[in-house]
């Protein structure tokens, strides 16, 4: 049987507590990936009364004007700022950014209680240490609960590419315990998915890189990246949010390569999930309920 992923947490006894229409999104990187799936945001939020907030380090430099979604006088000003001053505009909503390197006890904060509707973490960032930083958001272990307890039912959705292929992860626990009984078989929905750190945790493994780095822009101009990719992966992660906003996602990852013309999206599974963290097929789906 297939199942739909029920983002929304529960409250004590069981139930949902979603406002099916509220959401709540932080963006991190606004670079090529995620300049291109802002936009994309703004318009599934037409209409929803949500939030987005864009994090993003960076300024504009000339290399990145017109391959990324930059303009020749936003050269100088911060990424997160330009995409946000223009958001606002454009869609006539306040759109949040910071300029600080993402940091979960700052910019999680905003997540708020569970009542708060779909909590969604975008991840379009291209190097280990800033996925290390997000994956940290949904991992409890670490939290100090007396001072800030920790946001709960936040989803990562995980861009990344190489040239021309990449994938797309989604998930919200990074343990392996954390999708024990996931699946309800009635009503065919899955609460929880292991983490795009859980699926791939190389992700999180820093490689050596080339000195100096290149960012997207100066990687299209290289030709070791594609001029066309990072709009393929903000496509399909928009897919996704339109999909969890909507209550019809049913996809884990999706894996793309524009060379052989191919995507694969991997379903919400039960017995893909079990394989992925090491537990029998049973421990991930919860009993029914007795009669």
């Known amino acids: 049987m297939g199942y739909v992923i029920e983002p929304a947490p529960l409250a004590r006894g069981g139930h949902l507590v979603q406002d099916e229409r509220k959401a709540t999104i932080v963006l991190v990187g606004c ?170 945790p190389d992700l999180l493994d820093t490689p050596p890189e080339p000195q100096p780095a290149l960012d997207c822009a100066e990687a299209i101009t290289a030709g070791t990246q594609g001029p066309t990719i990072n709009q393929v992966v903000a496509a399909i992660m928009a897919s996704y949010v339109e999909k969890l906003l909507t209550g019809t996602c049913s996809w884990m990852s999706s894996y793309f390569d524009l060379d052989d013309g191919t995507l694969r999206c991997v379903p919400a599974d039960p017995k893909v999930v079990a394989g992925l963290v090491g537990l029998h097929v049973n421990a991930v789906v919860s009993p029914a309920p007795r009669p």
Request: overall charge positive.
């Open 31 to 200: 670079g090529g990936t995620g300049g291109f799936l802002a936009e994309a945001v703004c318009r599934l939020l037409i209409g929803r009364p949500a939030r987005l907030y864009l994090v993003d380090m960076d300024r504009v430099e000339q290399h990145n004007v017109a391959r990324q979604a930059f303009d020749r006088t936003d050269v100088g000003h911060y990424k997160a700022e330009v995409l946000a001053n223009r958001l606002a505009r454009r869609f006539g909503r306040e759109v949040g950014y910071s300029v600080l390197p993402y940091d979960r006890d700052l910019h999680a904060q905003v997540f708020g209680n569970p009542s708060s509707g779909l909590r969604l973490l975008l991840g379009c960032v291209d190097n280990a240490a800033a996925r290390r930083a997000i994956a940290a958001t949904l991992d409890d272990r670490n939290w100090n609960a007396a001072y800030r307890p920790p946001p709960q039912g936040v989803w990562w959705v995980d861009g990344g590419n190489g040239r021309n292929a990449g994938q797309v992860l989604l998930g919200n626990v990074t343990r392996a315990e954390g999708v024990r009984g996931a699946f309800l078989p009635d009503p065919g929905v899955c609460r929880a998915l292991p983490a795009p750190s859980l699926q791939r």
